[in-house]
């Protein structure tokens, strides 16, 4: 079993995103030097080295779709890569300026007319990040706040195939878009995003972030697995990080989600990378089935918080 100092030490041989949010997360210290290193060391390095003078990854916004721009900027959003960075808020202006469909959302696709709700939730949650102007965000926040269910949460179906139960990817999804646009200071339509806010996370809730609250049995095995990074996938990890992000109060019904995430803890003190989301990669971060610096770092930072509430 590691003991804290080995732990720490562990976590200071990771990349240099992981050290920051190690810092900054677990022992209150924003460090603005580490941070500003992501940029030139590692992962960050890695990502910025493969985008193209077109301001683009892969092939464009969304091909090939593990790859693509879309995703990528999510990536370094999660790495959180300084917001300042020219060459990613160029790229992000760009998706704004060129990507937009007829109902104001971001729209990857030339023969799918209405836009994708979960995409259009990652997409609020990096291009917030990067502070974009509100102007350029307010058609994205019509079109998200137009898609919420009568259940509380939000389906890209929705307004695709008239899907009636809200999904649980797509509602984190938008959930963490709509967190990180008010944690950045705008104001357009707040009251608004912040009702749905209450209740997209009550949606959440009532499934204890797995279990169906029909039968109550699991809705899926892989919402249980630990994987990084998530993309649009929905996980108990990724949703009980959102909690802690969010600084919301413990609430009995994360508490199964609890009791799983503490179980998975392997016998070092660590948590596992239990598998990747299948699909292309630009390069692989951390080896499944090995322990996870991300993993950890999310898992602690959870249990942090809800100790202390």
């Not at 500003?36 to 060391?41: N, P, S």
Request: hydrophobic content about 35%.
């Amino acid at each position: 079993m590691m003991q804290e100092s080995e732990i720490i030490s562990w976590f200071q041989k990771g990349d240099i995103a992981i050290q920051y949010q190690f810092q900054r997360d677990l022992f209150n210290k924003d460090k603005p030097d580490l941070q500003a290193r992501i940029a030139t060391e590692g992962w960050g390095k890695k990502y910025l080295s493969l985008q193209h003078k077109n301001g683009h990854w892969g092939r464009g916004f969304y091909q090939p779709k593990w790859i693509s721009t879309h995703y990528t900027l999510l990536d370094l959003k999660n790495l959180q890569i300084s917001p300042q960075n020219a060459n990613i808020c160029k790229s992000v202006t760009m998706l704004l300026d060129e990507e937009k469909g007829p109902d104001g959302g971001v729209n990857p696709s030339a023969s799918i007319r209405n836009s994708d709700v979960c995409v259009n939730g990652m997409f609020l949650n990096y291009a917030a990040y990067f502070k974009m102007p509100e102007n350029k965000l307010r058609s994205i926040i019509d079109f998200i706040l137009l898609q919420l269910m009568q259940d509380g949460g939000f389906n890209c179906h929705f307004n695709r195939s008239g899907a009636r139960h809200s999904s649980l990817h797509s509602t984190l999804s938008v959930l963490e878009g709509l967190f990180e646009y008010r944690k950045n200071g705008y104001a357009y339509r707040l009251e608004e995003i912040t009702k749905a806010e209450e209740s997209a996370q009550e949606f959440i809730l009532v499934h204890k972030l797995f279990l169906s609250d029909r039968t109550g049995e699991i809705i899926k095995p892989a919402f249980l697995k630990l994987c990084y990074p998530p993309r649009w996938y929905y996980d108990i990890l990724r949703a009980l990080d959102y909690f802690q992000l969010t600084k919301s109060r413990y609430d009995k019904r994360i508490q199964p989600a609890l009791d799983i995430l503490n179980k998975k803890r392997m016998k070092n003190n660590l948590w596992p990378l239990q598998a990747h989301h299948p699909g292309q990669i630009h390069f692989e971060m951390e080896k499944a089935g090995k322990a996870s610096r991300w993993n950890t770092l999310r898992a602690l930072r959870v249990l942090k918080h809800f100790q202390s509430n």
